[in-house]
């Protein structure tokens, strides 16, 4: 049984409540969704094609949405790190097949939800909209205007330093061609990038 003293579930509380005051009691309306889930390394939470169900928390990890090319190539669309939700949110909101798939990048933890039952607990409560709105806002249309203007204007350089101050600790964490292909370079690019600086 899930409850709300647990340390993951105290993280997602904290994530909840860093786009707006949620109440416990209404935060407590989520647990009965939740399940605790430990992943391993290289493991698919969600294939390309698939309709996507759950979203996830990630409590302990790194999940990787990517997708992969008819010739092999690989590209990789965001990073989901410890502390934040990860998900196929186009494909379930259009409860159509994810363009991407999302892969376990390290061994971790983390917390699964329905999506659907998700979204009707937040409409039945004000401030759990209220949270919704400003994460949709933040993550959806915030951060993906920064990324495409950082494509559009910005050298492989400075948008290696931008991955920097979003993403600190993650070139020790992670593959170096994972995140080269997230910039949008070769590895050998990134690499030269690296030495630079």
Partial sequence: MISFDQPYIQLFYQYVNSFAPVSPASFKEFLPLISVKEVQKNENIIFRGQTARNIYFVCKGILVSQWMDDEANVYVKNFFVEGNLAGSTVSMLTNTPSGFGIECVLDGIVLEMNYQRYKEIIYDHEDLKNYYISNLEQNWIIENERRQISFAAE???????????????????VPQWLIASYLGITPTQLSRIRKDL
């Fill in 155 to 173: 050298s492989a350089k400075e948008r290696y330093m931008s991955f920097l101050n979003k993403y600190p600790k993650l070139p020790q964490r």
